[in-house]
C-alpha cells in the first residue's frame, strides 16, 4: 500500500477565466463571513501576468464553487495536475490512500476578516468540496481531509508553533491511515506557508519508516508558457539538506561547535571537507585561540587587541541571542585585555634613569614592566618562589639581598603610575606596624584599578566608557558586580541587571533592551577609544563573516 500526503496552498486552485466569477460571487456576497468584510474579489485585482490566470484567495474561491463542487471547467489545478502525470506515466499507479492537509486559521483571525489582505482568506479549508471533486474524478479516490486548525496564538506562519501544530496533528491522525507496516509515504509539501512546508518535512521523515518527497518545479516551454513538472526525491537528500540547515541556523546563533559536530556527519565532497576547515576556524575564533605561533607572542599589543575586538563582536552575539553569562563574562575580560595592551602599547618608548651604586644605569620600560601569563607587573622569574623581586634585581645590577622598595617606587613614578593618587593611595598603600612604616603593594598594579589609572595617567585624553569607570573602583558593592557574582556564585541574571551593569551600575530610562545598551554604551566608545590610542587591529565584521560561511554551506 502507498499513502500520499499533500499540503494544499493558496495558488493551487486557480481560476482559468473570469467569464463566470462575477455572477458566482453573486451568489455569496451576502453570506457569511463574505458580507462581513463587504469587498468585491476583482479577478483582475489578482491576475498573474506570466500564466494569465486568477489568483483568487482560496477561501473566496471556495466559497464561490461550494455550491457547484463538480463544475470547476473554469478552475485550473496546476500543480496537482503535474502530480497526476508523475503518478500515471512514472510510476504507473495512482497512490492507495491519499491525505490532503488544509489550513483554517478562523480561531484566530476573526478579527481580520474586514482586511481582504489577512492571511484569514488565504485559508484552504474552503476548498475541500473542490479537490475532493478533482481526487474522484481523477484519481479515482476518496481523499482524506486533515486540518490545521491553531487555536490560540501566532498564524501558520510562525515556524516554531506551526511544527508543534503539524506534529500533533500527524502523530494523532496517524492511525487513520491504518499502516500495516513499512508501506511508502509520498510527501508533498511545498504549498502552504514555509513554516508548513518545513514542518511537515520534519514531521514526516520521523514519523514514517519510508518517505519519498514528490515535488513540483515550474519552468517555460518552448512557447514560452509557463508549466509545472514533478519530479521525486530521495529522503535521504532531503535529510541532507535538513541537516545542512540546522547548521546554518547554529552558525548564525554563534553555535559553530554544534554545526561543525553536524556538518561532519553529512560530508560528502571536497567542497564539504572545505567547509568544515572553515568551521573549525570559526570554532576557534570563537574560543580566541592562539592568535600566533608562539605562545609569548599572543602578549604581544596587535595580537591581544585584536582578540578584544575579535570579542567585542562575540559579546554583541552572544547578548543579541540572549547568552547573557557568556557575554559579561568575555566582556569582562576584553576590558581586562584591553587595559594591559594599551598600558605595554603606551610603556614601548618609555624609559628610565635609575642610579645604581652611584652610576645613573637608563633602561627602557619593556626590561622592567612585563605582561606574561602571571599578567602585568614587575618583571620576574617564576621559579624565584622566595624572592620575587631577584630577576629585576639583577636587571637593575644589585645585590639580591638589597631591598630596593624606592627603586620600584622610583620606576613607577617615571612611567607615570599615579603613586600619589588618591585612590591608588587608598587601595595600594598600608602601613606597616611591624616595621612601621608605609608600605606599597607593587603586586596591585596590574589589576583593574591600577591599571586604569595608569592608563588614564599616561592618556588624559582617554574619554573611558561608564562600564570601564565602574570595574576600576576597587571597594564596588559586591551585590552589584555581576561578573563576581556570575564567577564566584554562579547567580543567574535577568535583562534588566545586564542592562544596568552594563551602564556601570547606573539606571537610564532611555535602554530598555540589553543589546542597544551594550552597542551605545560599550562596544561603540570601547571601539572609539582603540582607535583614539592607536592601537593596532583588523575590523573583522563578524557578522559578515558568519553570512559568509552560511552561503557556503549547501
Known amino acids: 500500500m502507498t499513502i500520499w500526503i499533500i499540503t494544499m496552498g493558496n495558488r493551487d486552485v486557480q481560476l482559468k477565466s473570469n467569464k463566470n466569477w462575477e455572477s458566482l460571487y453573486e451568489e455569496i456576497r451576502f453570506d457569511e463571513p463574505i458580507s462581513d468584510c463587504d469587498k468585491f474579489w476583482c479577478c483582475d485585482e489578482f491576475e498573474d501576468k506570466e500564466t494569465k490566470r486568477f489568483l483568487i484567495p482560496a477561501r473566496v474561491l471556495g466559497l464561490a464553487y461550494r455550491r457547484h463542487p463538480d463544475d470547476y471547467q473554469d478552475l485550473a489545478f496546476p500543480i496537482l495536475d503535474s502530480f497526476h502525470d508523475y503518478f500515471k506515466k512514472k510510476l504507473g499507479a495512482f497512490p492507495d490512500k491519499i ?31 473542490i479537490v475532493e471533486s478533482y481526487f474522484r474524478q481523477k484519481f479515482q479516490i476518496n481523499p482524506q481531509f486533515w486540518t490545521l486548525t491553531p ?47 518545513s514542518a511537515v518535512q520534519f514531521v514526516s521523515l520521523g514519523l514514517f519508516p519510508r518517505v519519498e518527497f514528490l515535488v513540483s518545479y515550474q519552468y517555460y516551454d518552448d512557447e514560452g508558457c509557463l508549466q509545472s513538472q514533478a519530479e521525486m526525491i530521495a529522503s535521504s537528500r532531503y535529510w541532507r539538506g535538513m541537516q545542512v540547515q540546522k547548521a546554518k541556523q547554529l552558525v548564525k546563533d554563534g553555535l559553530p561547535g554544534a554545526a561543525l559536530t553536524l556538518y561532519q556527519g553529512i560530508s560528502e565532497t571536497v567542497r564539504d571537507r572545505d567547509i ?4 573549525d576556524d570559526l570554532v576557534k575564533g570563537f574560543n580566541l585561540e592562539k592568535t600566533c605561533d608562539n605562545r609569548q607572542d599572543e602578549f604581544e599589543v596587535e595580537a591581544a587587541i585584536q582578540r578584544v575586538v575579535n570579542a567585542l563582536d562575540l559579546v554583541e552575539l552572544f547578548f543579541a541571542k540572549g ?153 564596588r558593592e559586591r551585590e552589584a558586580d555581576l561578573r563576581n557574582q556570575l564567577m564566584h556564585n554562579l547567580l543567574g541574571v535577568e535583562p534588566q541587571e545586564v542592562i544596568g551593569y552594563l551602564l556601570g551600575n547606573q539606571r537610564d530610562n532611555r535602554y530598555t533592551d540589553v543589546i542597544s545598551t551594550y552597542q551605545q554604551e560599550v562596544k561603540t566608545p570601547f571601539i572609539r577609544e582603540i582607535k583614539r590610542l592607536n592601537l593596532p587591529f583588523e575590523e573583522r565584521g563578524l557578522s559578515e563573516e558568519l553570512q559568509h560561511i552560511v552561503d557556503s554551506m549547501h
Open 151 to 197: 487555536e490560540s496564538g501566532r498564524g501558520l506562519d510562525h515556524w516554531d508553533k506551526t511544527l508543534g501544530l503539524v506534529e500533533t496533528t500527524l502523530y494523532a491522525k496517524q492511525a487513520e491511515l491504518e499502516m500495516q507496516g513499512d508501506e511508502l509515504v509520498y510527501i508533498s509539501h511545498q504549498a502552504g506557508t514555509p513554516a508548513i512546508s
Open 99 to 129: 491525505v490532503v492537509l488544509l489550513t483554517d486559521q478562523s480561531a484566530i483571525l476573526a478579527s481580520q476578516v474586514d482586511n481582504k489582505y489577512s492571511p484569514y482568506w488565504q485559508d484552504t479549508v474552503e476548498l475541500k468540496p
Open 323 to 475: 547568552n547573557y553569562l557568556q557575554g559579561l563574562t568575555l566582556l569582562a575580560a576584553a576590558q581586562e585585555t584591553f587595559l594591559k595592551g594599551a598600558i605595554k602599547h603606551e610603556l614601548e618608548n618609555k624609559t628610565v634613569t635609575l642610579q645604581v651604586k652611584g652610576v645613573n644605569k637608563r633602561l627602557s620600560a619593556p626590561e622592567l614592566i612585563v605582561w606574561n601569563d602571571a599578567g602585568l607587573g614587575f618583571i620576574r622569574n617564576p621559579q624565584d618562589k622566595k624572592y620575587r623581586d631577584n630577576e629585576l634585581k639583577r636587571r637593575l645590577q644589585v645585590d639580591l639581598k638589597q631591598p630596593i622598595f624606592d627603586e620600584k617606587l622610583d620606576i613607577l613614578k617615571q612611567l607615570n603610575f599615579p603613586v600619589d593618587n588618591n585612590d591608588i593611595k587608598s587601595v595600594f598603600w598600608f602601613y606597616d606596624k611591624k616595621n612601621k612604616k608605609d608600605c606599597f603593594q607593587f603586586h596591585k598594579i596590574g589589576s583593574n584599578t591600577g591599571m586604569y589609572y595608569w592608563l588614564c595617567n599616561l592618556r588624559p585624553d582617554l574619554k573611558p566608557w561608564k562600564l570601564l569607570t565602574w570595574i576600576a573602583q576597587y571597594e
Open 276 to 279: 568544515e576547515k572553515k568551521l
